[in-house]
T-cell receptor, first 112, second 112 residues
Framework: GDSVTQMEGPVTLSEEAFLTINCTYTATGYPSLFWYVQYPGEGLQLLLKATKADDKGSNKGFEATYRKETTSFHLEKGSVQVSDSAVYFC???????????FGKGTHLIIQP | GEEVAQTPKHLVRGEGQKAKLYCAPIKGHSYVFWYQQVLKNEFKFLISFQNENVFDETGMPKERFSAKCLPNSPCSLEIQATKLEDSAVYFCASSDGTAEAFFGQGTRLTVV
């Protein structure tokens, strides 16, 4: 079946540091790929998505590029802020009635 | 509505009691998904619906968990005879069949 693997952390960075959270997937065909963010005590918010190879999703300074050749969708941000502290989930989905397949989540801690 | 509405936000049950959780998907969305998030952040897929029909229930613990999506009613997830290990946050998501799924804020179930 489909699976998503991401670095589990916690990842601790100083404010303004460069962020990379790695994510790789295995799937039949070409799923859509997502990054969700969960702030403490809250639900899941979609951060960005990409629906086909070489697409780049971006939002709030975060970016991720759908790389078919390496089956990856790494999340990056050039300069993180304390407010970015949260748990980040990489996910894949084939669409229609198929559900999301989630990675285990990466806890990101940004220190002032 | 324009968002996935889950009720209640918090639910406390004694071991052995019944728990019932509700989810109103976004109007016009045909697909509904239930996920269980336990303490270590991992999302476990439980069940998906296409309209009122079960599409995939491979994640459902069959003995005590059941779910329904009936026309003109919120979807529901019911746990008979709750156990301590059922304590988790239960998320509902809906989709119109395109790539993106929208999540509710979750119901935190605590079994004591």
């Amino acid at each position: 079946g489909d699976s998503v693997t991401q670095m589990e952390g916690p990842v601790t960075l100083s404010e303004e540091a460069f962020l990379t959270i790695n994510c790789t997937y295995t799937a039949t065909g070409y799923p859509s790929l997502f990054w969700y963010v969960q702030y403490p005590g809250e639900g899941l918010q979609l951060l960005l998505k990409a629906t086909k190879a070489d697409d780049k999703g971006s939002n709030k300074g975060f970016e991720a590029t759908y790389r078919k050749e390496t089956t990856s969708f790494h999340l990056e941000k050039g300069s993180v802020q304390v407010s970015d502290s949260a748990v980040y989930f990489c996910a894949s989905r084939r669409g229609g009635a198929d559900g999301l397949t989630f990675g285990k989540g990466t806890h990101l801690i940004i220190q002032p | 509505g324009e968002e996935v509405a889950q009720t209640p936000k918090h639910l406390v049950r004694g071991e052995g009691q019944k728990a019932k959780l509700y989810c109103a998907p976004i109007k016009g969305h045909s697909y509904v998904f239930w996920y269980q998030q336990v303490l270590k952040n991992e999302f476990k897929f439980l069940i998906s619906f296409q309209n009122e029909n079960v599409f995939d229930e491979t994640g459902m613990p069959k003995e005590r968990f059941s779910a329904k999506c009936l026309p003109n009613s919120p979807c529901s997830l019911e746990i008979q005879a709750t156990k301590l290990e059922d304590s988790a946050v239960y998320f509902c998501a809906s989709s119109d069949g395109t790539a993106e799924a929208f999540f509710g804020q979750g119901t935190r179930l605590t079994v004591v």
